[in-house]
């Protein structure tokens, strides 16, 4: 018995247009590569001195984050603020016994206030979904990160990043190193990637970092460095958290350095052209070597420059998605 | 009251009689199976042509959640739905609060169970006090009290050689006890089965070695300590094949598995919806076919409903912050019948494993139809369906089956010569 909720295209209106945002899994290729030439015409907006557009004026755009975060909190106020939306951000401290009660509550107060759409980040896998379909489905739901599901956003702007470096995915060799396990960075990568139809995706990690069934991403697992990052285009390092050392995932961040850190000279058996790039924020000495970090390969920096617009290109294509959605059901009713 | 069913297909899994037949209840008794006894004139008679009688359904798992959690279901309102699902017998686990670790709560249940009167109610002890792996609970008292088994639920014993003199314990006095094997820590923190489903949707895996290592241990115990074992809730194939070669090797042991593990998978998490949120968890395709084949095979004697009724804010969260557990047992019959639906049981084998099956594990006193015992039957339409949810009697709401038309329709379900449920 298939439950029939379970492929339900949620984040999609009848028009198959974005009404939220939640994760990339079963977005069409045509949808990553709209929103990622949206977000080209963006970037030249920030380039100007009057960095504003009016397409979401007058509308309210709430933050609401159940998790700390600096760099996503930030570039999404930036990217409502330049499309002219109204901002709330609500840093939600959980208390781990009544999260649901938290989440559900808070959420349908700022509804009770007609805002238009919710930027969440929770620290449970499911939180945007669970808000999309329970909470306010007429309002437009952009996933900030959910536990270690998806981050759908931050997928899309190293996508952006890709592109604009290597001019397309067709040809290309991309690497993820590290803590895949924990990871809704990576996982999003490996979505996109695979949509946008690049042919050789690689993740490195030891086995205690890496899920179970990984493959079905249709990527290929190494456990040593040196031969995964062999000749590749792109190198996506990935955050260690500490607490890693926790529990026997790791013995110390020394070994993992040792193993996984991606260092000069490691990263000399890539292409000579190889970007490297990290969802930050990173941990000099963990998982990259400073002078990798800080050197010429490195398009660290410009992947926030382009979050800003990645960030305006969804917001503003999940809310006339949403708007649109609710012209048709109100014709349908007439 | 006197009752005489009459027309009805007989099928009694305990004695193979399987035949259209006439039946006769008198004083809570069946009386007579075929023709009534001279003289013998009953007060209703019941039009059963058509129908299908079988001995009352035994539930080995049914979460009454009283005392403690009356929010999510009352003795009353939950043995109301399991006489809608065709049960007339039903075990509850010790998981109340206070636990059922004192002959005071078990008598409260008792005698709750006996004022609302829709079923017989068996309470299973708790084989440590609090469920805390700690301390034995006073294992004979709960028995003299009522408790037909023992066992400690998902809290594993900590400390092995604790969990080894309780069972020597219970040997002693010749108890059952029932073990829910699954590994503390391979489980800890877990939301679903470790494999892809899980990883797609970043969550936290519990993987099929919870299972199959703490049942190692435990078999390896129970064939120590010589203790009456049933194994409760088995999720993986692997599993199973260790009870069956457990078996094989001439060990008593028994198996239940919860019907919806016979049915649904970890793909049902997809979508993250809370109502697939079960402990322990939905496995995977393999698995599922090898609890059938169990089933099927009769390794696994007894399919239960392991009901979990919650109220609406336990499964109002995203996923991983909200309660597992299905409310259940109120569909038991029609969602079992989905297995002779698809050909994998016939109506005798599959009414075994829902009556003499669970009654012989745990050496109840029910599951049978015979001249002299207990008159506790159930009577079901097997042609006509039930549309899940447009009757409901438990609290809990929380079952992903709503909505779904399912095959067969329980007309009346009789226990002691009563008709406590008539649709």
């Known amino acids: ?334 | 009251m006197s009752l005489s069913i009459i027309g009805a297909r007989l099928i009694d899994p305990a004695s193979g009689l399987d035949q259209l037949s006439d039946l006769h209840v008198e004083n809570g008794k069946v009386l007579a199976i075929g023709a009534a006894p001279a003289g013998f004139k009953a007060s209703r008679e019941v039009a059963a042509q058509g129908l299908v009688a079988a001995p009352g359904l035994v539930d080995l798992n049914v979460a009454l959640r009283e005392p403690g959690y009356s929010r999510k279901g009352t003795i009353a309102s939950e043995t109301r739905a399991a006489a809608a699902g065709g049960v007339t017998s039903l075990c509850c686990p010790p998981l109340t609060r206070p636990v059922l670790d004192t002959s005071a709560v078990a008598e409260l249940i008792l005698d709750r169970a006996r004022d609302a009167g829709h079923c017989k109610v068996f309470p299973i002890g708790a084989l440590s006090k609090g469920l805390e792996g700690e301390q034995l609970a006073e294992l004979v008292a709960l028995r003299d009290a009522g408790c037909v088994a023992f066992g400690n639920g998902l809290n594993s014993f900590a400390n092995t050689r604790t969990l080894c003199r309780a069972l020597e314990y219970a040997a002693t006095f010749d108890l059952t006890v029932i073990f829910n094997s699954q590994d503390r820590d391979l489980a800890a923190g877990g939301l679903a089965h470790e494999g892809p489903t899980a990883s797609f949707l970043g969550l936290a895996g519990i993987p099929e070695t919870a299972e199959t290592v703490a049942l190692a241990r435990d078999l390896l115990l129970v064939e120590q300590s010589g203790v009456r074992a049933h194994f409760s809730q088995l999720t993986t194939a692997r599993g199973a094949e260790m009870i069956a070669q457990a078996q094989a090797r001439g060990l008593p042991v028994t198996a239940d598995v919860a019907l919806y593990q016979l049915i649904l998978t970890d793909e049902a998490l997809t979508g993250f919806s809370s109502l697939y949120h079960v402990q322990p968890p939905l496995r995977t395709r393999a698995d599922r076919d090898g609890l059938r084949d169990a089933v099927k095979a009769g390794v696994i004697q007894a399919i239960s409903s392991h009901h979990q009724p919650h109220e609406r804010d336990a499964k109002q969260a995203p996923f991983g912050a909200t309660e597992p557990g299905i409310s259940s047992v109120e569909l038991l019959l029609p969602l079992a019948l989905t297995l002779v639906e698809e050909g994998l049981l016939d109506l005798p084998t599959l009414l075994a494993r829902l009556t003499s099956g669970p009654a012989n594990a745990l050496r109840l006193a029910a599951g049978e139809l015979m001249a002299g015992g207990a008159a506790d039957l159930v009577l079901f339409d097997p042609t006509a369906s039930t549309v899940a949810g447009e009757q409901w009697h438990s609290r809990g709401t929380n079952s992903p089956f709503m909505g779904h038309c399912l095959p067969g329709a329980v007309r009346y379900t009789v226990v002691d010569g009563r008709i406590s449920h008539e649709a």
């Open chain 1, 1 to 334: 018995m298939i439950p029939t909720d379970a492929k339900r295209p949620l984040q999609l209106n009848d028009q198959g247009q974005l009404r939220h945002f939640l994760s990339l899994d079963g977005l069409p290729r045509s949808l990553l590569t709209e929103i990622l030439d949206t977000a080209d015409s963006f970037l030249e907006v920030g380039a100007r001195a009057v960095k504003k557009v009016p397409l979401l004026r007058g509308k309210t755009v709430c933050n609401v984050f159940f998790e700390n975060s600096t760099r996503t909190r930030t570039t999404f106020e930036l990217a409502a603020q330049r499309l002219s939306a109204d901002v709330i951000t609500l840093n939600v401290s959980t208390s781990s016994t009544s999260k649901g009660e938290t989440l559900f509550d808070t959420l349908r107060n700022l509804e009770a206030m007609a805002a238009d759409m919710f930027v969440v980040r929770h620290a449970d896998s499911g939180a945007a979904h669970y808000i999309a379909e329970h909470v306010s489905p007429d309002v437009a739901v952009i996933n900030g990160g959910d536990g270690r599901h998806a981050h759908p956003t931050q997928g899309m702007l190293d996508m952006l990043t890709i592109r604009r470096h290597k001019g397309g995915f067709e040809n290309l060799s991309v690497a993820i190193v590290g803590d895949i396990l924990h990871s809704r960075v990576a996982r999003s990568n490996m979505i996109a990637l695979k949509t946008l139809g690049c042919p050789d995706i690689r993740v490195i990690g030891p086995k205690t970092l890496l899920p179970v069934g990984v493959e079905q991403y249709g990527v290929k697992v190494y456990t040593d460095l040196t031969e995964g990052l062999k000749d590749v285009d792109v190198v996506i390092m990935l955050r260690l958290q500490r607490e890693r050392m926790q529990g026997g995932l790791l013995p110390s961040e020394g070994e993992f350095y040792r193993l996984f850190g991606l260092t000069t000279q490691r990263l000399a058996l890539a292409r000579p052209d190889a970007i490297v790039m990290h969802p930050g924020p990173i941990n000099r000495g963990v998982e990259i070597e400073s002078a990798v970090a800080d050197g010429a390969q490195s398009v660290i920096l410009n992947q926030v420059t382009y979050g800003i617009a990645v960030r305006m290109a969804v917001l503003s294509m999940a809310m006339s998605g949403q708007a649109a959605q609710r012209q048709i059901e109100q014709e349908n009713v007439q």
